[in-house]
């Protein structure tokens, strides 16, 4: 398949110097499906990126990237075992792990000008890690109480946020058993999009009390840097064009 490509045309209107932020791309040992369809957008469509491993973590992340994207399902844990499955030996850079002073390190990376972009699972590492303002309404809710995979739901867009710039009022978004997020009152943040009255366009969805009116996705403040919280797959399976420019706008809405 041929690379596509962005399209440029010339416009009175008025904008501004967006820089070339330096990308980085979590992958852990093992593989993560969501980074490989990340890593294929991105190659898709011309971004530089590099792939950071657990050991990656090691080092001040400053001095390689500006923002990181966390991919559907990547977990940031503490240090792992030294050996593989019934105690086979396996190269060491494979059983490498982030530890809690890595976590602590990334932080610092945030509070300090970095940006870190979550999609869907992977967002529960700042709501914990950072304490930042924000709680996922379904956490720990049962299958019979609220059940969202592999579905289609409508969304409305803030779109005057530079995240969400291009994109319509309202938006289809594909969403697999992904967090429903709710920030506290009185809190910095911006919702750049709400679960509609009527979410479901195409799937299976019990509990729509649950998502209805809700955020799916936010930007919110830490310091210096910031936290991109999307709470859905823009990437997934590179299928949905109607958001891969959520992900593109994201990576370059370094302040």
């Known amino acids: 398949m041929r690379g596509l490509a962005l399209v440029a045309e010339r416009t009175r209107d008025s904008g501004r110097i967006v820089p070339r932020p330096r990308i980085g791309v979590y992958e852990p040992w093992g593989g993560n499906m969501s980074a490989g369809w990340i890593r294929w957008l991105l190659d898709q469509y011309g971004f530089e990126y590099v792939t950071l491993r657990p050991a990656d973590f090691h080092s001040p992340l400053a001095r390689r990237i500006d923002v990181l994207v966390m991919p559907d399902g990547a977990r ?22 982030t530890t809690p002073d890595d976590l602590a390190a990334l932080e610092a990376f945030v509070r300090t000008g970095g940006t870190y ?52 009022e309202s938006a289809a978004l594909f969403v697999d058993g992904s967090p429903v ?50 709470g859905f797959r823009p990437e997934w399976r590179g299928q949905p064009f109607g958001t891969f420019k959520v992900l593109f706008n994201a990576l370059l809405n370094v302040h």
């Open 76 to 97: 940031l844990r503490g240090a792992g075992p030294a050996t593989g499955r019934a105690g086979r030996a396996v190269r060491p850079e494979y059983t490498d792990d």
């Open 117 to 168: 972009v979550c999609i869907s699972t992977s967002c529960t590492v700042p709501l914990q890690q950072f304490k930042l303002p924000v709680t996922n309404s379904v956490s720990g809710l049962r299958p019979e109480e609220f059940f969202l995979r592999g579905s289609l739901v409508e969304a409305s867009i803030e779109t005057s946020h530079p995240v969400m710039a291009g994109m319509s």
């Open 181 to 230: 997020f709710e920030l506290s009152a009185g809190s910095a943040g911006t919702v750049l999009a709400r679960y509609s009255p009527q979410p479901l366009l195409s799937g299976y969805l019990i509990g729509d009390k649950h998502v209805i009116g809700k955020a799916a996705a936010l930007d919110v403040p830490l310091d210096a840097g910031h936290v991109i919280l999307l």
